[in-house]
């Protein structure tokens, strides 16, 4: 396999940009992922696969360096944008425009980050996606998808199922399988990232609960998912790995929770990843001031 990979590098840039979507650079990881989003719906990766080619031809046809596209970092946050506008929305030939222009401008907002060392995750998928939502909303009489307008199934709160729900939700994918999925795919690559992120969502998802968060969407992941990322983030084998996981998972679901709660972001989209992002940030600055430099 590695040598059809070799005689098409651009398919395995692909898959590795959707697998960096949970910080992985692997081509399993990635082509799981994808397999998992077709499952949920085939327009859903329709629109991963387009938006993360246009993502990655992008930085390719940009001069880019050639060893960030090839470890997916052109991919990851152009793969968010087309699963997110596909679930967000009804597909329109609108949304399929706004798929790879969004999937080109989440890459080059990704490369400014980078050429200044500034560590943003997905934030260029966030921007793209609150500016579009925003536009659509007040622009467009686009309705919503199916997926987000169907009422949640009504079940009990379980303290399994939340957890594994919550690596679904973070590709806007619901229903145990596809979260099952997606934990497999990150085990594969990094079981110290799967464990990691598990135990985050645990957290996540007890915290949300006892704060008082409705149960079936707390049973859906929508509580979990920030959680996973930040926890794959600080995730390692050391103990002090254990820590920074914690801490990250906290400020993560304090921020999660708050502006949830207070509908702060309910016009452009909800609050996507951001939790993680700034919760990574925080946590970051947070090793920066108390750890020296060699020893971070």
């Known amino acids: 396999m590695d040598k059809f990979f070799q005689k098409i590098p651009f398919i395995d840039n692909i898959l590795k940009g959707i697998g960096q979507i949970m910080l992985q650079e692997n081509r399993w990881t990635g082509l799981l992922f994808l397999i998992g989003i077709f ?9 991963v696969l387009l938006s993360t080619s246009v993502g990655t031809f992008t930085a390719m046809k940009l001069n880019y ?16 944008v087309g699963v997110a506008l596909s679930f967000i929305f009804q597909i329109t030939i609108v949304i399929w425009v706004l798929i790879i222009l969004g999937g080109a401008l989440a890459t080059i907002i990704q490369h400014f980050f980078i050429v200044k060392k ?13 500016i579009s939502v925003f ?10 998808s199916e997926m ?5 199934e009504k079940l009990d709160y379980d303290e399994l199922i939340a957890p594994i729900n919550g690596f679904g939700e973070v590709i806007f994918q619901g229903g ?24 985050g969502s645990v957290l996540g998802a ?19 998912f920030n959680a996973v990322l930040s926890a794959i983030v600080f995730s390692g084998f050391k103990k002090i790995n254990g820590l ?16 949830i709660d207070h509908n702060l972001l309910t016009e452009v989209g909800g609050v996507l990843t951001f939790p993680f992002v700034a919760g990574t940030w925080i946590t970051l600055l947070i090793q920066k001031i108390f750890i020296p430099k060699k020893e971070n």
């Open 39 to 47: 499952m949920g719906s085939w327009e859903g990766g329709i629109a």
């Open 65 to 80: 360096d050639k060893s960030e596209i090839n470890a997916g970092l052109y991919g990851f946050s152009a793969a968010l």
């Open 118 to 130: 500034i560590p943003v995750f997905t934030f260029p998928f966030i921007l793209v996606i609150w």
């Open 135 to 144: 536009m659509l909303h007040h622009f467009t009489q686009i309705p919503p």
């Open 148 to 152: 987000i307008s169907a009422e949640a």
């Open 176 to 199: 145990i399988l596809s979260g099952v999925i997606f934990f497999l795919a990150v085990f594969i690559s990094s079981p110290a990232a799967a464990l990691y992120g598990f135990a």
């Open 206 to 224: 007890y915290l949300s609960h006892i704060n008082g968060e409705p149960v079936d969407q707390v049973h859906m992941g929508l509580f979990g």
């Open 244 to 259: 920074w996981v914690l801490l990250s998972v906290l400020i993560t679901v304090g921020i999660d929770d708050f502006l």
